[in-house]
């Protein structure tokens, strides 16, 4: 026999040897599949329609105004909620609303040096973390792996711990009073009396980064589990 032959021999019974190897796809498969398909693509809908930001806003003015009222009850804190479809909705249009001679949008960027960093880092693992969802979306429809969708959910929620990081270095210079929002104001007098009309007192991300971070886990944990149980299944059958 030649050495040609021999090594179609060997190429042939290596294909026969991946075919015997490898395992039918079943109901639960497909079951399987079906679920990471919806929670891989739950990311990006909880990204766009949860809020990402949630804050409370303190006033010494409101919480005096309240208990000349007789109202114990007010201290003066109002809390808020900011995610991408309500900028979108209710201050995209105000923004492109403004005439450029009244926002001076080079000292507005200035006025956020402390922030720049953490604002360009989180932005950058959020985006990070839509895209590796919609990636493992992706990887569950068009394959019967466990592995690749167990490793992308596993970057992916690496992606939201940097996320949760990096808005630390927003969150506490602002509650803090590092910076506060007299410092994009031009006018002295406004600069001096908004500190004592509002000012935040808390300042986090908000349900978005939770549910993303919850639907990561969530998906590593659930394909490492179906590796385990393949495995011991595999070692079963050899024994």
Request: aromatic share 12%.
């Amino acid at each position: 026999m030649s050495t040609e032959t021999k090594e179609k021999s060997t190429v042939k019974k290596k294909k026969e040897k991946k075919k015997k190897e490898k395992r039918p796809v079943t109901k639960f498969d497909v079951f399987s599949r079906i679920i990471t398909c919806l929670a891989a693509l739950a990311i990006p809908v909880v990204a766009y329609f949860t809020n990402i930001i949630y804050y409370v806003v303190e006033s010494p003015v409101f919480a005096l105004y309240a208990k000349l009222k007789g109202d114990t009850t007010d201290d003066g804190s109002t809390y808020g909620l900011l995610g991408i479809h309500k900028f979108v909705k209710d201050y995209l249009p105000l923004i492109r609303n403004l005439a450029p001679e009244k926002v001076d949008w080079p000292q507005l960027w200035d006025s956020l040096a402390l922030v720049r960093t953490g604002l360009i880092l989180t932005s950058i693992f959020f985006a990070l973390a839509i895209v590796t969802g919609i990636v493992v979306f992706f990887i569950s429809a068009f394959s019967n792996s466990n592995k690749a969708p167990m490793i992308t959910a596993l970057i992916g929620f690496l992606f939201t711990l940097g996320m949760y990081f990096s808005f630390r270095g927003i969150a506490l210079p602002i509650v803090n009073g590092a910076i506060s929002m007299s410092d994009f104001f031009e006018s002295s007098i406004i600069a001096s009396l908004l500190p004592f009309l509002a000012s935040f007192s808390e300042l986090k991300l908000g349900t978005a980064w939770t549910l993303m971070t919850v639907l990561f886990l969530g998906i590593f944990i659930w394909h490492g589990a179906l590796l385990l149980i393949g495995s011991d299944n595999g070692k079963e059958k050899s024994k």
